[in-house]
């Protein structure tokens, strides 16, 4: 599968935006998530879903701000951004992984495909 992340931008806090990762090659399998990474800082978990059954899982320093969402018919998964913070800004990686089990949702090495990025810059 190859998964392709878009919808990054520049915008000021406070600001919304949505990402947007799109699977080709077959449907999404077991957990989709996002993860973000900022420089000189590990790759962290941002939020998952359920592929199946929509349950959805956030990091807490997003919760109530940010929501996952999937369109099966597109074979896609979304990210809205609400109340953007500078502390936000990152690149964001969206994930599959398919054979994850919940209790290791949160850790990038359960995750077996990665797309390419897209950058979000979130100004004060």
């Known amino acids: 599968v190859q998964l392709q992340a878009y919808g990054g931008g520049l915008v000021q806090a406070g600001d919304s935006l949505s990402l947007s990762c799109a699977a080709s090659g077959r449907p999404f399998g077991r957990y989709v998530g996002w993860f973000r990474q900022s420089p000189g800082k590990e790759r962290e978990f941002v939020a998952a879903?359920?592929?199946?059954?929509?349950?959805?899982y956030y990091r807490d320093s997003v919760k109530g701000r940010f929501a996952i969402s999937r369109d099966k018919a597109k074979n896609t998964v979304y990210l809205r951004m609400n109340s953007l913070k500078p502390e936000d800004t990152a690149i964001y990686y969206c994930?599959?992984?398919?054979?994850?089990?919940?209790?290791?949702?949160?850790?990038?090495?359960?995750?077996?495909?990665w797309g390419q990025g897209t950058q979000v810059t979130v100004s004060s």
């Open positions: 994930a599959e992984a398919p054979r994850a089990i919940l209790s290791a949702i949160r850790e990038p090495s359960s995750y077996d495909y």
């Open positions: 879903i359920l592929w199946s059954g929509g349950n959805t």
